[in-house]
Each structure stands twice: as structure tokens, then as C-alpha cells.
């Protein structure tokens, strides 16, 4: 049962390029989109959110963009940094205050000199 | 800035043997969560954790875990029983009163069972 896709499990960019992360659900209930970055033996740590009233947010380096209509979501990283290369995972939460995350596989995401 | 903790950061344990895994969220938070992560699988959500009770769970938290949230600051998850398919790392999480939307995750604990 996968309602939170990401369909690229790798993603290599040049640093200073621009890094665009995907992710599709399919469960028009999500109300709440998240995406976290994790580095190997390390806990996820928030990044960036969007609700599913707006269909952007920015966040310095970082903006978040909503398609409610393709049920798509993307990250971009613009300019990407070597500190950047980790695994990004974007995290869907049902309609109600402090429901549970439901988590895609995950990108990871090589930002190269 | 105020984290969430967990201990131990791996534990190693025989098929069969009860562990005890434990958090300390962030002071003052109120939901707390526990999520599993198998080797190379996602993130997945295990249970939930509001004023004392669960308040949801997912079928793979089944009866041979629980949570309690022994003293106020402490939330533990133990396994009674354990299994090979158990070994993952297990994350604890938790929500604060400032906002309801970010889930703020501890580093881990790697669960091994031999």
C-alpha cells in the first residue's frame, strides 16, 4: 500500500545546480505535506512543509511546491550544496491535528564539486 | 535547541529476549510517536501516543509491543518477544505545542536481533 511514491531513489547534481525532488500520493485525504533530509544512523530532520491550501512554500534555499489536482509535490534545492547530499523523504499526514506520517521511500540525493 | 533523545543508540538482543527501547522527547511536547525503518525499506509508522493512551496504532504493532510513558518525561517502546524481523531502527518522534504539524525525530535507536 504505497500512497506516498518517490519514484527516483537517486539523484545526482552538480553543486550550484538546481535540485528538484519528486513525490506523488495518491490518498486525497492528506491534508499536510512534509519533507524531511536524513543522513546515514541519524534521525530524520524536518526541512520544509506545505499545506494543501497553498501550492508553495519557500523556505531559503528551499521551496516546496503542491499540484492538488496531480496529487504531485516537488522539492526544489536551488543552489545545491556538497552539505545537501543525503536521503530526502517526503512524509503525507491525513486530515486531523497530529495524525501519523505516512513516508516514501526516499531520494537520495549526490550533490557533486 | 531542545532535541529528542533516544537510548541506546544499538541494541543488540537474542530471538525470543524482551528489549526496551527509550525516548525522552522534547519538554513540553505532547504527541509522541514511535516509527520503524527495516534496512533499505521506508519509514513506517508504528504507534502514537496522547495523554497517557495510544491513540492509534499501525497492524504491525501488534501484542507483543507496547509504549508507556513511565515518569513524565520518558516514552518507551518494548518488545516482548523479539524476532529477526524485528532488527530495524526505531525512531521516536514527538509534536509541541508551537506548532501541530512538524514532527521532531530523535537519532535512533538500531535494533539488532540474532
Known amino acids: 500500500d504505497q500512497q506516498v511514491k518517490q519514484n527516483s531513489p537517486s539523484l545526482s547534481v552538480q553543486e550550484g545546480r538546481i535540485s528538484i525532488l519528486n513525490c506523488d500520493y495518491t490518498n486525497s485525504m492528506f491534508d499536510y505535506f512534509l519533507w524531511y533530509k536524513k543522513y546515514p544512523a541519524e534521525g530524520p530532520t524536518f526541512l520544509i512543509s506545505i499545506s494543501s491550501i497553498k501550492d508553495k512554500n519557500e523556505d531559503g534555499r528551499f521551496t516546496v511546491f503542491l499540484n492538488k489536482s496531480a496529487k504531485h509535490l516537488s522539492l526544489h534545492i536551488v543552489p545545491s550544496q556538497p552539505g545537501d547530499s543525503a536521503v530526502y523523504f517526503c512524509?503525507?499526514?491525513?486530515?486531523?491535528?497530529?495524525?501519523?506520517?505516512?513516508f516514501g521511500t526516499g531520494t537520495r540525493l549526490q550533490v557533486t564539486l | 535547541e531542545p532535541e529528542v533523545t533516544q537510548t541506546p543508540s544499538h541494541q543488540v538482543t537474542q530471538m525470543g529476549q524482551e528489549v526496551i527501547l527509550r525516548c525522552v522527547p522534547i519538554?513540553?511536547?505532547?504527541?509522541f510517536y514511535w516509527y520503524r525503518q527495516i534496512l533499505g525499506q521506508k519509514v513506517e509508522f508504528l504507534v502514537s501516543?496522547?495523554?497517557?493512551?495510544?491513540?492509534?496504532k499501525s497492524e504491525i504493532f501488534d501484542d507483543q509491543f507496547s509504549v508507556e510513558r513511565p515518569d513524565g518525561s520518558n516514552f518507551t517502546l518494548k518488545i516482548r518477544s523479539t524476532k529477526l524481523e524485528d532488527s530495524a531502527m526505531y525512531f521516536c518522534a514527538s509534536i509541541g505545542l508551537a506548532s501541530y504539524n512538524e514532527q521532531f525525530f530523535g537519532p535512533g535507536t538500531r535494533l539488532t536481533v540474532l
Open positions: 501516543f496522547y495523554n497517557n493512551e495510544i491513540s492509534e
Open positions: 512524509a503525507a499526514r491525513l486530515i486531523g491535528t497530529a495524525s501519523k506520517l505516512t
Open positions: 519538554s513540553n511536547h505532547l504527541y
